[in-house]
């Protein structure tokens, strides 16, 4: 079986800046929610229609729709014969177990083609599904009478090369001037076998159209990975977490928190009110208001206002308010004060800084990269550091202020 997403649509009421494909639910595009679920399904040959400004990365094939003219128009472009499992970039909330049932029902019932349908309390806007002879009609050409019907077509289909040699039969749409693929069914003849699979779950074919379909969806996911996380006796109740965040029992996450990506977090970690994207935290106080991003945490404190990108923090580290850290690794009982900043562009390149273990940095110091600190070095407050420090270093510059102490001074603040 191979499978076949339909991208191409531009879905300017979602978002005219952006096409429809790369729009993010908690931080993931909606292409993305399409091509892992076929691959969870272990269909391995993907195909992608697109529109020709789309730039993916994804490895799989990918095919041009020139124009924006309709699925049935899309779905010409496979030529070859198989069975194909359509789906459409904007439903993420169709779930594994669904898909894998209909593939199910479509083989055991040796169908030509399979709808995936669901009754839906309020069905405004779906292509309504009649039998006898089995049919879709979109919303506009409904008659009031048919309004009334809440079977609706999911936009989800199994259908092999038989289906896809009718595509030629379906007539441009007078109004829109696109080729709808659901006019196909006018023009199967009774040799074509069509099933429907019927699920009870609304909430798993809602399409995304407008913004507010965004935010519904969006909610619903996010209640929905929440609940799961409870469930494995994770701390959290309001927090959006990405689909692909993984989080260990024990974890407390606050309502205010934003994690996505890959994101990793375990142990006895606490996140207040901050933003973490495809981090690892083990074992850490985070937040209020902490930005991590591309990082990695070991029981440590990165506390109010502090961002952390790219950067990896040993165990025993403080670094509480207000600070930048940049390229950096950070070793084992550093202290990090206030208004600190890791300087690591210079306006083309980005430089890595490293700070030995147990060195204390004072607050509203600059740390200007590519450096090396080393270890149980001692940096005074509001100082530049432009260069290399050895071990056991006392460092002090403010202005034309400049002063390097030796390790006795050390031995005596000790």
């Known amino acids: 079986m191979q499978g076949i997403i339909l991208s191409a649509g531009y879905g300017v009421r979602l978002d005219k800046y952006k096409p429809k494909p790369l729009v993010e639910i908690l931080g993931k595009p909606l292409i993305d929610y399409a091509y892992d679920k076929l691959k969870a399904l272990k269909i391995n040959e993907i195909t992608i229609i697109k529109s020709p400004a789309l730039k993916l990365e994804h490895n799989c094939r990918q095919l041009i729709q020139a124009l924006p003219l309709g699925t049935g128009d899309a779905l010409k472009l496979i030529k070859e014969k198989g069975t194909f499992l359509v789906l459409p970039v904007d439903t993420p909330l169709v779930s594994k177990e669904t898909l894998s049932n209909l593939i199910k029902y479509h083989f055991k019932h040796k169908n030509d083609i399979t709808i995936l349908a669901s009754k839906v309390e309020n069905p405004y806007g779906y292509g309504r599904i009649f039998n006898y002879p089995l049919r ?4 506009k050409d409904l008659t009031n009478f048919q309004r009334k019907k809440k079977l609706v077509n999911a936009g989800i289909y199994i259908l092999n090369d038989r289906v896809l040699k009718y595509l030629d ?31 009870n779950k609304e909430e798993e074919i809602l399409g995304i159209n407008t913004p507010l379909d965004l935010i519904k969806v969006t909610n619903l996911l996010s209640s929905k990975i929440n609940q799961n996380l409870r469930k494995n006796n994770v701390f959290v109740n309001k927090a959006q977490i990405g689909p692909d965040v993984k989080i ?16 990793i977090i375990e142990g006895n970690t606490y996140i207040i009110d ?3 994207e495809d981090s690892k935290i083990i074992s850490s106080i985070i937040g209020p208001y902490a930005h991590l991003k591309h990082s990695i945490i070991e029981e440590s404190t990165i506390g109010n206002f502090v961002e952390v990108k790219n950067s990896e923090i040993k165990r025993q580290v403080k670094a509480k308010h207000l600070s930048y850290i940049g390229n950096a690794l950070i070793e084992d009982g550093v202290n990090i004060g206030a208004g600190v900043i890791f300087s690591n562009f210079d306006g083309k390149i980005k430089s890595r800084s490293k700070v030995g273990s147990y060195s204390f940095i004072g607050s509203n110091s600059t740390i200007i990269a590519p450096i090396t600190i080393g270890s149980n070095c001692y940096i005074g407050a509001g100082s530049e550091v432009t260069s290399s420090l050895n071990d056991n270093t006392f460092y002090l510059r403010r202005g034309n202020e400049k002063r390097a102490l030796n390790k006795k001074l050390i031995e005596k603040k000790e």
Not at 248 to 263: C, E, W
Request: proline share 4%; net charge positive.
């Open 136 to 139: 879709i009609k979109e919303e």
């Open 169 to 199: 039969k379906i007539e441009k749409n007078k109004i829109t001037l696109e080729y709808y693929f659901t006019d196909i069914f006018k023009y199967l003849p009774s040799k074509i076998k069509k099933g429907i699979y019927q699920i």
């Open 248 to 263: 260990t029992p024990g974890v407390k996450i606050s309502d205010n928190s934003i994690i996505l990506g890959n994101t």
């Open 274 to 276: 901050s933003l973490i």
